[in-house]
């Protein structure tokens, strides 16, 4: 299968991507970095030479630059199997002391990155009438909680496209996934100081995606919950 996978330089996409390259499927990768993701791009080849794997950056976050991964993965005549919505980012704040844009940022990079990247993704699918979109939203797309601010607000957007599209695919065999993971171990934690065991790893997502990427065409799991053992951090 084909598995087109948005920030997969580090992190839940990274696991992600090496747990469907470990798995036998072709991978499509993307992040900002051009430089971190070339050298994960080198590391998943190295373990997986059999797996035909595409990588090229573009900051998703700009709606010419998310058409244009679509494109780029299209231009190669294959028909996406999973799309992985992933690619995100995070700035702790509150909607009252919160500096002014950051709303913007997070809506670009969480939402419309998101949005734009399927729809260009989607006709190919409905074409074919399969295919399996997950979207990474978050346990603060559930759950407001302090300082949860304008990041807060964007994953409860992403949950909501999320629930419209998985109606507006019913017709089309296109399943839709919303995953919601509470507190993982990756670099959006890494400067806190907290002890790596009390996080989920971020393998256990992406065993979890995985899983439910394998269920009978009949089946779509349509959320994901995942919390640390001990609960919210
Ligand atoms: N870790 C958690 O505890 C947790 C919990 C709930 C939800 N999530 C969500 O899970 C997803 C992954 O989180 P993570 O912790 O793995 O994050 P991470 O380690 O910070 O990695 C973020 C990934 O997204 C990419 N990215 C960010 N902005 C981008 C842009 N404008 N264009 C293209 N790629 C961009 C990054 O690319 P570069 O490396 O090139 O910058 C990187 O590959 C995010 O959506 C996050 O909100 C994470």
Not at 38 to 53: A, G, R, S, V
Not at 188 to 211: H, L, Q, Y
Request: glycine letters at 8%.
């Amino acid at each position: 299968m084909n598995v087109v996978i948005t920030g997969a330089s580090r992190g839940l996409g990274k696991a992600m991507s090496e747990k469907f390259a470990a798995n036998g499927n072709d991978l499509f990768i993307t992040s900002k970095n051009e430089m971190r993701l070339y050298k994960i791009l080198e590391e998943l080849q190295t373990k997986f030479p059999n797996i035909t794997m595409r990588a090229k950056a573009f900051d998703l976050a700009k709606k010419d630059e998310a058409i244009a991964f679509a494109n780029w993965v299209l231009h190669f005549g294959v028909s996406p199997d999973i799309l992985i919505n992933n690619a995100g980012t995070f700035l702790p704040g509150s909607v009252y002391n919160e500096e002014a844009g950051v709303l913007e940022k997070m809506i670009e990079t969480n939402l419309y990155g998101a949005y734009h990247v399927t729809r260009t993704l989607l006709p190919q699918m409905m074409k074919q009438k399969s295919g399996h979109v997950f979207n990474v939203c978050s346990i603060a797309s559930l759950k407001a909680y302090a300082n949860g601010g304008a990041y807060s607000i964007s994953k409860f957007a992403l949950a909501g496209f999320s629930k419209n599209l998985r109606e507006e695919m019913k017709p089309y065999g296109i399943k839709v996934t919303a995953v919601f993971p509470g507190a993982a171990y990756t670099d959006s934690w890494a400067e806190t100081g907290i002890d790596p065991k009390r996080f989920m790893e971020a393998n256990d997502i992406a065993d979890m995606v995985f899983a439910a990427s394998r269920l009978s065409p009949q089946a779509c799991v349509e959320d994901i919950i995942l919390r640390p053992q001990l609960g919210d951090l």
